[in-house]
C-alpha cells in the first residue's frame, strides 16, 4: 500500500489500516531512520548493527499487515451464527482464536520496539554528530510504536482467554515503565549531545 493510501484509508471509515497496524509501521520507520544514522557512522560492530536495523525494519511492515488481517479475521468470527449450540461453540472457539491473534501482534511490535530503544542505546555512543538527530527520532518513534503497541494490547485484553497469551501480555507489560524511562533519557541525551 502507498504512503498516501495508508494515511487516506487509516483516516477512513475503513475497518483497517487501524492504530495497530500504524505501530507496525512507525517501528519499521524507527528501524529505518536508526539505519540511516548507522550507515553513515559506519561503527565497527557494523554488520551487527545493519542485521537487526533491517530486520526490525521489514518485521514492522509485516507486522503492519498481520494487524491487518488478524482484526478482519476477529471481526468475521464475531459475525459467526451462533443460533445452535454447536453453532455458538464453534464461534466461541473462533472468537477466542482470533482475539490472541489480534493480541499477539502488538505485543510482537512491543517486544521488538523495545529491543530497538536498547539497540539504540548502544548506537548513539558510535554515531557521528551530524547524524545524532535521526538517532533521537528513532528512538522518538520507537517509542511511539511502543505506546501504541500497549493500548492496542489493552484494547483486545478483555476478548483474551488463551492462558499462553495472557502469560505473554503479562511478560511484555512488565518492565514497559522502565523502558519507557530509557527511551526517553535516549530521547534527551541526544538532544544533550546535538547541543554540546
Known amino acids: ?10 483516516g477512513s471509515n475503513q475497518p483497517t489500516p487501524g492504530g495497530g497496524a500504524a505501530a507496525g509501521y ?10 540511516k544514522a548507522m550507515v553513515f557512522s559506519k561503527p565497527e560492530n557494523y554488520n551487527e548493527f545493519r542485521g537487526f536495523l533491517e530486520m526490525v525494519r521489514k518485521d514492522g511492515l509485516y507486522l503492519c499487515d498481520e494487524d491487518q488481517r488478524t482484526f478482519l479475521e476477529w471481526q468475521n468470527a464475531r459475525k459467526l451464527p451462533k443460533d445452535t449450540d454447536e453453532q455458538k461453540a464453534i464461534r466461541t472457539a473462533e472468537v477466542n ?3 490472541a491473534e489480534c493480541a499477539s501482534v502488538p ?4 517486544t521488538a520496539a523495545k529491543a530497538l530503544i536498547v539497540t ?5 555512543p558510535v554515531c557521528k554528530k551530524f547524524l545524532i538527530s ?20 489493552e484494547i483486545n485484553l478483555p476478548y483474551v482467554k488463551d492462558e499462553k497469551m495472557l502469560e505473554k501480555i503479562d511478560g511484555f507489560l ?9 527511551a526517553d533519557k535516549l530521547i534527551e541525551d541526544c538532544r544533550k549531545a546535538i547541543t554540546d
Not at 505485543?107 to 512491543?110: L, P, Q
Not at 539504540?120 to 548513539?124: G, I, N, Q, S, T
Not at 512488565?174 to 530509557?182: G, H, R
Open 174 to 182: 512488565m518492565n514497559f515503565d522502565e523502558i519507557k524511562e530509557q
Open 26 to 35: 512507525i517501528l519499521s520507520l524507527a528501524a529505518a531512520a536508526a539505519q
Open 120 to 124: 539504540l542505546k548502544d548506537l548513539l
Open 134 to 153: 535521526d538517532i533521537s527520532c528513532a528512538a522518538s518513534f520507537a517509542l511511539a510504536a511502543l505506546q501504541a503497541a500497549r493500548v492496542n494490547v
Open 97 to 99: 482464536r482470533t482475539a
Open 107 to 110: 505485543v510482537t511490535i512491543g
Open 1 to 10: 500500500m502507498e504512503l498516501a493510501d495508508f494515511s487516506q484509508k487509516l
